[in-house]
């Protein structure tokens, strides 16, 4: 048994048909796969399990549950990383493409995805499981009050699946949220057709201000020059990622 530890974020998932439901979701093609805190295993149990599988890499920042992990699990595909994944450097794990996966801790999910948009041009696909709350924001679609900057950035680069919900009964301790699985699978862009480092400026400072136009939530990026795009009568909720592409190809024109 591992001690579960509030500020890891440490809900332990109990229900193996539940573990089975999750790791189904990522595809059998992929041959190296990286699982973020892997707490007691249930899975990696399970991902040990597929024949394609060359390399599994477990990062999980609790000492307790990587002693437990080196107790139970002896496989030579097996890598196990006691480490923060906010402070690794992919790169350097893994020579090249590779799928992620875990019930992630959920108070640092949002900053999980922005280093898998870090890292997009290595991840191929996620599994994920968040508060449901977050994962309703990810797929979100322009229009919703939910859809945000992470919804916007990350539907960019990949293609979003809501997959199911999770209730807190299946874990141990019950979280207080609802729970879900999303599944976010790299599509076929390879870059935008704009200033990448500057969509990001202006998706973030649009959202900044979410309720005001963004003639008026983007003024930073405008300047004195009387910009008149028609996107800049809307609100950021209401743009799609082209919408923001063209947006953003604009500003760098009157710049
Ligand atoms: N996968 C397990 C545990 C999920 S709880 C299960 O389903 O039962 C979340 C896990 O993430 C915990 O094991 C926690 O120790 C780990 N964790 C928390 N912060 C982390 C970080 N920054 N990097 C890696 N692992 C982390």
């Given at each position: 048994?591992?001690?579960?530890?509030?500020?890891?974020?440490?809900?332990?998932?109990?229900?193996?048909?539940?573990?089975?439901?999750?790791?189904?979701?990522?595809?059998?093609?992929?041959?190296?796969?990286?699982?973020?805190?892997?707490?007691?295993?249930?899975?990696?149990?399970?991902?040990?399990?597929?024949?394609?599988?060359?390399?599994?890499?477990?990062?999980?920042?609790?000492?307790?549950?990587?002693?437990?992990?080196?107790?139970?699990?002896?496989?030579?595909?097996l890598?196990?990383?006691?480490?923060?994944?906010?402070?690794?450097?992919?790169?350097?794990?893994?020579?090249?493409?590779?799928?992620?996966?875990?019930?992630?801790?959920?108070?640092?999910?949002?900053?999980?995805?922005?280093?898998?948009l870090?890292?997009?041009?290595?991840?191929?696909?996620?599994?994920?499981?968040?508060?449901?709350?977050?994962?309703?924001?990810?797929?979100a679609?322009?229009?919703?009050?939910?859809?945000?900057?992470?919804?916007?950035?990350?539907?960019?680069?990949?293609?979003?699946?809501?997959?199911?919900?999770?209730?807190?009964t299946?874990?141990?301790p019950?979280?207080?949220?609802?729970?879900?699985?999303?599944?976010?699978?790299?599509?076929?862009?390879?870059s935008?057709?704009?200033?990448?480092?500057?969509?990001?400026?202006?998706?973030?400072?649009?959202?900044?201000?979410?309720?005001?136009?963004?003639?008026?939530?983007?003024?930073?990026?405008?300047?004195?020059?009387?910009a008149?795009?028609?996107?800049?009568?809307?609100?950021?909720?209401?743009l799609?990622?082209?919408?923001?592409?063209?947006?953003?190809?604009?500003?760098?024109k009157?710049?």
């Amino acid at each position: 048994m591992v001690r579960p530890k509030k500020h890891l974020g440490q809900h332990f998932l109990k229900d193996g048909n539940i573990a089975r439901k999750i790791t189904t979701c990522l595809d059998e093609k992929y041959t190296t796969v990286c699982e973020i805190g892997p707490g007691t295993g249930i899975l990696t149990q399970l991902l040990l399990e597929r024949n394609n599988l060359q390399q599994l890499t477990l990062i999980e920042i609790d000492t307790e549950s990587v002693n437990y992990l080196h107790h139970h699990f002896a496989d030579e595909r097996l890598l196990i990383l006691e480490a923060d994944f906010l402070q690794c450097e992919p790169e350097k794990l893994f020579p090249g493409n590779f799928a992620l996966i875990g019930n992630f801790p959920y108070n640092i999910s949002s900053q999980i995805f922005f280093k898998v948009l870090e890292n997009r041009n290595r991840i191929s696909e996620v599994v994920a499981m968040i508060q449901k709350e977050v994962a309703e924001r990810l797929t979100a679609s322009p229009g919703s009050k939910t859809y945000g900057i992470l919804s916007v950035l990350l539907q960019a680069w990949f293609h979003i699946d809501y997959c199911f919900t999770v209730n807190e009964t299946v874990f141990f301790p019950p979280p207080k949220v609802k729970s879900a699985v999303i599944r976010l699978q790299r599509n076929s862009t390879n870059s935008l057709a704009c200033d990448e480092t500057l969509f990001f400026k202006v998706v973030k400072t649009a959202f900044g201000q979410r309720r005001k136009t963004l003639r008026n939530a983007l003024k930073p990026f405008l300047k004195n020059r009387s910009a008149n795009h028609s996107l800049l009568g809307k609100r950021a909720e209401q743009l799609s990622v082209s919408d923001f592409t063209e947006l953003t190809r604009y500003i760098s024109k009157i710049q």
